[in-house]
């Protein structure tokens, strides 16, 4: 790589960290008082962990385009289905190469998609059960999916094996980093059951508003700033954008949080007589999640369409999975990050734009006149691989991992908050935070 795009690729990944301390900031602020220390804690632990584990065996079995891999042969094409590189980032040389620079934003980038669940888990995981998880997560499941869309495998051969436009385009991680964590959250909310006191004896919902408004709108804005590098670095690293994009890259980024958040807003008033702060904070992160994907590849008006419907999802999905799926997702991981990836993956059949003879793999990607035959199908074979494998696969393994290793804290803990019972002390010693207002434990 020129020097120049060496340095503007640092820049971007140097910027990731601020989505993770966005992310924690919000899951911090939207869970209860009497478990802000945990969560936070958990958040620095859950990050040291993915770290560790994708620096064992994770980069190893994701790899990068053009390296060692595990390949078949299915109907007369080479498919591509997981990368055979040495653990411990043995061969790697860290010299300012694409594949240095890409295993660099990958610790952050399954450091942030390890986090996405603990939103989804809220004052009730046990810190210990959250670090095995993740090990799964990190050292497994994220690496094997970024591998079929960013390592070549066979998601990214679509194109040139089955005629699928360009085969699964993901910029910035709206399937790979964001759904994955996503459908991991869905697989851990169903495990460990909603709060004590979230549900009514009838299965009513009770709310338990977020415990600090101001963490969780100072996340926000960290977020923006970590998504700007995700998306530039993601996508001159995976795609083949060319660095020049970054300017348009960024203005997608901002304009689809800010339309997200602008509709959430508007939906909440409407609904509830005024906006209502958490969701409308999660509608901003929901509008950076689905403009992730297809930030190089559509114009500034089609980021303002891809993040006004993402706000609209995750208003109306946060309600549907509460009400009526009976799923108790304190940070809105889930309508947030799984079904704002999903449909940021859509997004790109819809709106992205890319030149005729481009492949994925090795090519500078510009916008053209029109979408590409084929590609709504292999970004639907993404979505399908997404939910139908994905999503049994992370039920399983943490589902066995609970037998184990029970990941929930007993009712005590619950009554007591985590921060005095997994940490022996609180995050506000002057306040009392145990009211029980807000539900009674059954």
Request: net charge neutral; aromatic share 10%; proline share 5%.
């Amino acid at each position: 790589m020129p020097i120049a795009d060496i340095a503007l690729s640092v820049v971007l990944i140097l910027l990731v960290p601020f989505a993770v301390a966005g992310l924690a900031l919000i899951n911090t602020g939207l869970g209860r008082s009497r478990s802000a220390a945990h969560t936070l804690l958990m958040s620095l632990c859950i990050f040291a962990v993915a770290g560790g584990a994708y620096l064992i065996c994770g980069f190893a079995w994701q790899g990068y385009i053009g390296t060692p891999a595990h390949r078949v042969v299915a109907a007369g094409r080479d498919w591509n289905w997981l990368a055979r590189g040495p653990f411990f980032l043995r061969g790697v040389e860290f010299d300012g190469t694409a594949t240095s620079l890409a295993a660099w934003l990958q610790i952050f980038s399954v450091g942030l998609a390890a986090l996405i669940p603990l939103g989804a888990c809220l004052d009730r995981w046990k810190l210990s059960a959250a670090c095995a998880s993740t090990a799964l997560l990190a050292g497994w499941t994220y690496p094997l999916f970024a591998h079929w869309v960013w390592g070549g495998g066979w998601l990214a051969q679509l194109g040139i094996n089955a005629g699928m436009g360009h085969g699964v385009m993901d910029a910035g991680g709206s399937g790979t980093i964001q759904a994955v964590g996503g459908v991991t959250a869905l697989a851990l909310a169903w495990i460990l059951g909603p709060r004590r006191g979230k549900y009514s004896p009838e299965g009513m919902p009770t709310a338990i508003p977020a415990h600090n408004a101001v963490f969780v709108l100072f996340g926000c804005f960290l977020s923006l700033l970590g998504w700007l590098g995700l998306n530039g670095a993601g996508a001159i690293l995976f795609t083949g954008a060319a660095p020049g994009r970054v300017a348009l890259i960024s203005i997608n980024t901002t304009l689809g949080a800010g339309a997200a958040i602008l509709v959430a807003v508007a939906i909440t008033a409407v609904r509830f007589g005024r906006p209502d702060v958490s969701i409308s904070a999660n509608g901003w992160v929901g509008g950076l999640v689905a403009g992730s994907a297809s930030c190089p590849f559509v114009s500034p008006i089609a980021a303002l369409v891809i993040g006004a419907i993402a706000g609209a999802l995750v208003v109306y999905s946060v309600e549907w999975f509460e009400l009526h799926l009976g799923i108790d997702d304190p940070g809105g991981a889930i309508s947030v990050h799984a079904l704002g990836g999903i449909w940021g993956l859509l997004a790109v059949a819809i709106f992205a734009r890319f030149p005729t003879a481009a492949s994925q793999i090795g090519a500078t990607l510009t916008p053209a006149s029109g979408p590409d035959a084929g590609q709504a199908l292999a970004q639907i074979v993404a979505i399908a691989t997404l939910i139908g494998f994905v999503l049994p696969l992370t039920y399983g393994m943490n589902f066995a991992l609970n037998r184990i290793w029970p990941q929930r804290v007993v009712m005590e803990g619950e009554r007591q908050g985590l921060d005095l019972y997994e940490l022996g002390g609180g995050a506000y010693p002057e306040f009392v935070t145990h009211s029980e207002e807000f539900g009674q434990f059954r």
